[in-house]
């Protein structure tokens, strides 16, 4: 990390738990600072769908995600930074995390190619073209959008596959990274490398290793998981490549899971950050987190019920006093408010559970906040 870029991004560790591996650190950056363990909401094209800024703000989200493929595809990187980069573009003014956008070029399965070079691709859910992606053009789309934090290109591969299409993701992200390493020159923002390797421990060891050789990055991403493997098959090699193996002072972003219960055991894990569309996916279609487990609002259940959302909950959904049976009824009839509602709902409770993991961190109980949590009917979120 370059002596500027070590002027606006410093991660300090404020407690750790003494029963777990959970931490709480500050993340300082150039648009704020970031309390962690923290959720992260998607904002993939530019806007957390359905909410609005001011909204997100009343929740207490700190750091928001963007996606780089779909806003290189529109309205396109060159006019973002034309209009003042995502934080003028978007009005957020607070921090912003753009993913390297490679998750969603390699899910375009036969319309793509890999190469040392990069990756090609064909933009079938845009306008059918072919497009070609290097690290160094990669990083200049990261650069053009103007994010606080931005992530090497890197290759994510599912759940089953082959070792040797896991050792290759692992070989070809690592010699991406050390090329984003060189073509990222914004000191204002920072580069995060990611580690791949699927569910295999010794691939994963190297590919950390690959990276803690490639320079000095100011945070480290986790990629691989949550793509289609069992949460406990997952575990048995995340937690000890975060608690045992990577490095004590950085940032550890898990990317791509947002349940409950994951985050709550992730955090135990040592892992700061978290992003996830799936409070707004599941807001969308009437599915609700709650201290009761998840809520399908659908059901006919909740026809006549009178009561708030979730009982325990203070987002302002539930301090407004919207009805089940409302939230029922609007959902039922595809209505945009309800969907917002629900949506709005999530958030907040993915970001309240990361602001009370914390406060047990900083107070030493995290063990015992980690255990009720996981015995409570809240963790019954699938």
Known sequence: ?????????????????????????????PHGDVPTPIFMPVGTKGTVKGITVPQLEEVGAKIILANTY??????????VAELGGLHGFMRWPHPILTDSGGFQAFSHEEFFRLSRDGVRFRAVDY??????????????????????ICMQLDQCVGYPAPREKVERSVELSALWAERCLAAHTRPDQALFGIVQGGMHWDLRLRSLRHLLDAGDFPGFGIGGYSVGEDHEVMFETLEPLVSQEMPHDKPRYLMGVGNPATLVRGVACGIDMFDCVLPTRTGRTGTAFSSEGRLNLRHARFVHDAGPLDPECTCPVCRAGYSRAYLHHLVRQNEMVGATLVSLHNVYYLLDLMRRAREAIIEGRYAEFAARFADSPAAKDW
């Open 1 to 29: 990390m370059a002596t500027d870029e070590k002027r606006w991004f410093t991660y300090d560790i404020v407690a750790e738990d003494p029963g777990t591996h959970a931490r709480a650190g500050v993340l300082h950056t």
């Open 70 to 79: 779909h806003l290189a595809m529109r309205p396109g990187d060159a006019l």
């Open 127 to 148: 306008d059918g073209r072919w497009i070609e992606w290097t690290p160094e053009e990669n990083m200049a789309i990261a650069q053009n959008l103007g994010s606080d």
